[in-house]
C-alpha cells in the first residue's frame, strides 16, 4: 500500500526538523556580544518597481552597473542590495520603550546577496547564507518623517508606476544605524530556507503615520515567533 505525499505533510515534517527559523524573539540579557561592523556604501537614488501578488509584493531594486548599486559590508564579504519587503506589524520581537510587548508598528526587510568578492574589512568571518538581511523596526511618531516623497513611494504599489525611487528620508534613516542583533535563521515566508543571516536592529526608524497607512497593500503577513534552540543571537553593542 502506498501513501501520497502531499504538500501538508511535507510541510508538517519540514516543522519538526527545522532548527533555525524565522523571525524570532529578542531577549536582550540572553544575547551575547560580539565585536562586529555593518558598513554601508547605499546611493542616495535607488530605483526599482513593485513586484509580486498580493499580499506577497517585493519593492525590487533595478540591476544597475556596481558604481550605481547599493552594497553594505558585513564579515569579509560584500553584498548587494536586491529587493525590500514590509510588514505592517513587526515580524521579530524585541521588548523596548517604543514596542508594545515586543511588537512594533512595523518591519521593514532590506534583502542582499553576495557579491563573489573578497573585501578587506578586518573581520575574516564567512557568513555560510545565500543572502543577508537586515531588519529595522519602525515605529509610528508625531515627529516622525512625513514627506510626499514617502507618501508617493507607498502609493505607488497600487498605481503601477513603472519605476519607483526608495525615498532617501529611508536611505537616511537606516544608513545611520550602528546598534544591531544577529543570528543566522531562515526566510520568514515560504519555503522558509534555513540560509539566511540576520542582523536587526536596535534602534526604529520613525514615520508618521500617515506615511504608514498606505504601506498596507504592499505589506507581507508575518510570521508568528519562532524558537531559538541551541541558537546564539549576538548583539554588537555593550
Known amino acids: 500500500m502506498t501513501s501520497t505525499l502531499t504538500s501538508d505533510k511535507v510541510e508538517s515534517f519540514l516543522e519538526v526538523v527545522r ?14 556580544f560580539i565585536s562586529k561592523k555593518l558598513q554601508f556604501d547605499w546611493k542616495e537614488v535607488i530605483q526599482g518597481h513593485f513586484d509580486g501578488d498580493e499580499g506577497h509584493k517585493n519593492f525590487v531594486v533595478d540591476d544597475c552597473g556596481s558604481k550605481e548599486s547599493s552594497f553594505v559590508f558585513f564579515g569579509s564579504q ?8 514590509f510588514h505592517r506589524r513587526s515580524e521579530h520581537l524585541l521588548e523596548s520603550k517604543h514596542s508594545k510587548d515586543g511588537s512594533f508598528d512595523a518591519e521593514i526587510h532590506f534583502i542582499h546577496a553576495p557579491v563573489k568578492e573578497h573585501v578587506e574589512t578586518g573581520d575574516k568571518m564567512i557568513e555560510p547564507s545565500e543572502n543577508l538581511v537586515l531588519g529595522t523596526f519602525v515605529v509610528e511618531s508625531s515627529i516622525g518623517a512625513k ?14 508606476e513603472k519605476t519607483v525611487r526608495l525615498p532617501l528620508e529611508i536611505i537616511k534613516q537606516v544608513t545611520k544605524l550602528e546598534q544591531f542583533y544577529f543570528y543566522r535563521g531562515s526566510l520568514t515566508t515560504k519555503p522558509y ?33 519562532q524558537p531559538w534552540n541551541r541558537r546564539f543571537v549576538l548583539r554588537n553593542f555593550e
Open 19 to 32: 532548527e533555525q527559523e524565522s523571525p524570532i524573539r529578542i531577549y536582550p540579557e540572553q544575547t551575547a
Open 78 to 85: 560584500k553584498w548587494k542590495l536586491a529587493k525590500i519587503h
Open 147 to 160: 514627506s510626499d516623497e514617502l507618501m508617493s513611494f507607498f502609493s505607488a504599489c497600487e498605481s503601477g
Open 193 to 225: 530556507s534555513e540560509n539566511i543571516s540576520w542582523v536587526v536592529f536596535e534602534s526604529p526608524l520613525q514615520l508618521d503615520k500617515t506615511v504608514l497607512d498606505p504601506i498596507c497593500p504592499t505589506t507581507q503577513e508575518a510570521r508568528k515567533g
